[in-house]
């Protein structure tokens, strides 16, 4: 009798499974998004400065490699002798000759020979120190870069697309950068001996309008040895030039 109760009961009033399962409040909800968002925040590895750092240190030199230096008085002493015979010239050609030139009791080339005296140091320091290098770099690859051991093992072998970025000073002294081969590079001696290393410079002059200045040919490194890392690196690069 008891059991048929209780089959009529359930007919009549069905229980859904849907009022059986335990729903949580939108609090507890909320609380667990939150949780669950801190801990992916806390997962995700950041780009720390300490972490950075310790990238940096994988490689013991840069891409760019300074491998010369003429020295930073030689530098500067030339430098300054480029100023000043450019005053020089100036002075001379813009006050001197013309006061000769005006003067009655003179003849003219008096003037003339006062003129040349302030145009003829000009051209010629900047003939000798044109060629002058300052600094040289070396482009190296990754590899190249974690041990002086790969370094050396690299320069010893340079290939042919090497780069180095040569420097220069122009007619003023400012400096000039120019980027050649190792080998686009050969050994010369033009310019009263102040040039031992040219290259050819056609093609990139046929390129360039007439009004900028020409790519520089000549380059004159004037030290045996490089105080830059003993000078090894430097010797190695000169000693793959002089094999041409």
């Not at 335990?22 to 300490?50: D, E, F, H």
């Not at 003179?106 to 302030?118: H, K, N, Q, T, Y």
């Amino acid at each position: 009798m008891i059991f048929l109760q209780r089959a009529v009961w359930r007919t009549a009033f069905p229980i859904s499974r849907s009022s059986q399962v335990y729903r949580r409040p939108p609090q507890i909800k909320s609380l667990v998004r939150r949780v669950r968002c801190s801990s992916t925040r806390g997962s995700t590895p950041k780009n720390t400065p300490a972490s950075s750092k310790i990238a940096l240190k994988k490689t013991s030199y840069p891409e760019r490699l300074l491998v010369y230096h003429a020295g930073t008085g030689r530098t500067v002493f030339l430098g300054c002798m480029k100023v000043t015979t450019i005053f020089i010239f100036s002075f001379f050609t813009l006050v001197v000759a013309p006061s000769h030139f005006y003067a009655e009791a003179e003849p003219p080339w008096v003037a003339i020979g006062v003129l040349l005296s302030g145009i003829i140091p000009m051209v010629f320091v900047a003939y000798i120190t044109g060629p002058f290098v300052t600094y040289i770099h070396l482009r190296l690859p990754a590899y190249a870069r974690h041990s002086r051991e790969m370094l050396m093992r690299y320069t010893k072998s340079l290939p042919n697309d090497a780069l180095l970025d040569i420097t220069t000073m122009n007619f003023i002294g400012k400096p000039r950068v120019t980027r050649v081969k190792v080998a686009d590079l050969y050994p010369i001696k033009e310019r009263f001996g102040m040039a031992n290393y040219a290259r050819d410079t056609d093609l990139i002059n046929s390129n360039i309008p007439w009004y900028f200045p020409k790519a520089v040919r000549q380059f004159g490194v004037h030290s045996n040895t490089s105080k830059i890392m003993g000078g090894d690196v430097w010797h190695n690069i000169a000693n793959r030039i002089s094999k041409k």
